[in-house]
């Protein structure tokens, strides 16, 4: 599965998380900003950034 990051345009790095399901929480690698699968087609994931209000 790949993601490219929302935020960053690089692509997130998903080998660390097994069993990825819309709804989860990840951290792109790249520029660590918290993002939310919002949806999974096939291998491509889409998420949005979480806005953590810091
Ligand atoms: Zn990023």
Redesign the pocket.
């Known amino acids: 599965m790949h993601l490219n990051?929302p935020?960053?345009q690089?692509e997130?790095n998903l080998s660390a998380y097994v069993n990825l399901a819309v709804g989860n929480v990840i951290e792109?690698d790249?520029?660590g900003?918290t993002l939310l699968v919002n949806d999974i087609k096939g291998e491509t994931v889409s998420a949005e950034v979480v806005d953590e209000g810091k």
Do not use: G, P, Q
């Open positions: 990051c935020e960053c690089n997130v792109c790249v520029c900003i």
